[in-house]
């Protein structure tokens, strides 16, 4: 697919590594100002794209700044080892983007609806992520070297609130002033392959809803006034994308038949996205679609991703004493 399919359908790309994919696919060749790095682990590949030049962010529609992606299909295939590996690849990478020293202060904000299990994925993170800004005051025998100071939220959304997630979070960051804040979210993936298999971890920060097409107040240093990095696994995918690879797949496959790749060669791409439009215009073009086992798929990533975060926040807390300090 490409770029002017995403345009039709107003479909935004979450995720830089298929943005960057999609980009390189229309120019047939790297893109000037764009730098992609890939590492293999044992149970994950880790894709770097840095975006480092304005005219590479206008390109792929991703603000200047660096973008990791952890690629883990063993997520899906409910591999506990092979999550906790994951978990630790997630720390190591979430590391990398920060420099604090030990008496640091960091918030913890979970975005979405916990209501809705395909957008529960940032409340649900907070629910098992190590807090400790309590302890420093009331109970500081309890704490060890090695453990910074967090707090967590999860502000819901602004169709229950009727506050704009940016609105409740900067008056939390002006009366705690944390030198970091971790925003997590669930995307929307340009394949269903990467639902519930791939970790997206951004120094830019996050605009909430925009993965079903909602402009909204981003969430980043910007707005904030502080570094944010953002966290996010694809939930759901635009059905407008399903619809489309299915018409490729079928033509592909008309194309080995001689008899019927007349058919093939007569079908027009705008006749294809016609097709497409009326199916999904009682929906405004603007379906998401998400697994049926989306529940066990949210449980067990945001495990990964509150482990892999209180690793990387707390580097003295062992395995063994991680659910003690949860709440």
Request: proline residues 5%.
């Amino acid at each position: 697919m490409d770029i002017d399919f995403y345009r039709n359908n107003n479909i935004s790309v979450d995720l830089a590594i298929e943005a960057h994919d999609i980009v390189r696919g229309q120019l047939g060749t790297e893109i000037p100002g764009a730098v992609v790095d890939r590492h293999k682990f044992p149970s994950a590949t880790v894709t770097t794209v840095k975006v480092v030049e304005e005219q590479a962010a206008q390109m792929m529609g991703k603000p200047v700044g660096t973008y990791i992606t952890i690629e883990a299909p063993a997520i899906r295939d409910n591999n506990r080892i092979a999550q906790k590996e994951v978990a630790e690849v997630l720390a190591q990478q979430l590391s990398s983007l920060f420099n604090l020293p030990e008496n640091a202060n960091i918030l913890i904000v979970g975005l979405g609806n916990r209501q809705a299990t395909p957008d529960s994925l940032g409340p649900k993170v907070v629910e098992q992520t190590i807090v400790t800004r309590h302890l420093y005051r009331y109970a500081p025998e309890e704490l060890k070297g090695g453990m910074r100071s967090v707090s967590a939220m999860a502000p819901g959304v602004l169709g229950i609130t009727g506050i704009e997630s940016a609105e409740i979070i900067k008056g939390v960051v002006e009366r705690i002033q944390p030198e970091l804040i971790i925003a997590i979210d669930a995307l929307a993936a340009g394949s269903v392959d990467r639902i519930g298999t791939t970790i997206q971890i951004a120094d830019t920060g996050i605009s909430p809803g925009s993965g079903i097409g909602n402009k909204r107040t981003g969430i980043n240093r910007e707005t904030m006034g502080v570094l944010t990095i953002a966290i996010g696994v694809p939930t759901v995918v635009n059905a407008a994308i399903i619809a489309q690879v299915t018409l490729e797949h079928f033509l592909e496959k008309l194309k080995t038949n001689p008899m019927l790749n007349q058919i093939q060669q007569s079908v027009m791409p705008d006749y294809a996205q016609g097709i497409i439009n009326d199916i999904l215009s009682p929906f405004g073009g603007n379906l998401m679609v998400t697994p049926k086992e989306v529940d066990s798929l949210i449980l067990d990533t945001s495990k990964i991703v509150a482990g892999g975060i209180s690793m990387a926040l707390h580097p003295a807390i062992s395995t063994e004493e991680y659910s003690m300090y949860l709440n």
